[in-house]
């Protein structure tokens, strides 16, 4: 008679766990970057499992969201991390973020959908990353290299334009200098400039 390998079989069964759940929040995503309302049918339909499968994972939708927040504050987390490392000008690691983060959703529409939706549900999604943008502005209006003085009215200056020209990117074929002419209005608008000599080439 064979031996059971107890670990490899809990490995296994761990593997399979961790696979149907990314598939369930993928179409928690899915269903919340075309704007379709995140019913327990419809995430099960979209996911192709029935719904106590869903239920195994999480204990109801509200979880769900939590963990596609997660998942897409991770991901920002994922594109601006290595452009900041070694930038102490809160200035130009907010240039960074803002490229960065257009240039992602430029090339990976589904992503950029699913935050310019979730953006309409801030006491949900984003609080991560407006915490670190904010965070930057501050520390930038305290170097005296933001006009704008009120930190939560800059953030909101800074979010909403990078927002709009996402949106814009739905719509019309992105010309090839949008980063920087979008970045420099986003800079303008909080009465601030590119730092001189900043490269923001990946």
């Known amino acids: 008679m064979a031996k059971i390998d107890l670990a490899l079989r809990a490995k296994i069964g761990r593997d399979r766990r961790d696979r149907t759940r990314a598939q369930i929040v993928k179409a928690g995503a899915t269903l919340l970057a075309e704007g379709a309302a995140l019913t327990l049918d419809a995430v099960a339909e979209a996911a192709g499992l029935a719904k ?27 594109v601006l991390t290595p452009p900041h490392a ?3 000008n809160p200035v130009a690691r907010l240039s960074f ?11 990976d529409t589904a992503w950029a959908r699913l935050i310019v939706q979730t953006s309409q549900k801030p006491d949900k999604f984003g609080r991560g990353v407006r915490k670190k943008l904010r965070a930057e502005i501050v520390e930038a209006i305290r170097q005296g290299q933001i006009a704008v003085l009120d930190p ?20 019309r074929t992105p010309t090839p200098d949008l980063n920087c002419k979008a970045l420099e209005a986003a800079l303008r608008a909080l009465g601030s400039s590119p730092p001189e000599g900043l490269s923001l080439s990946t």
Do not use: C, M, P
């Open 97 to 107: 973020a803002f490229a960065q983060s257009l240039e992602k959703a430029v090339s």
């Open 152 to 171: 939560e009215l800059a953030t909101d200056i800074f979010v909403g334009i990078w927002l709009q020209v996402t949106r814009g990117t739905f719509e």
């Open 86 to 88: 070694g930038l102490s």
């Open 52 to 78: 106590g499968t869903f239920y195994y994972h999480f204990g109801n939708v509200e979880e769900l969201i939590t963990a596609v927040n997660v998942q897409l504050e991770r991901s920002f987390d994922e």
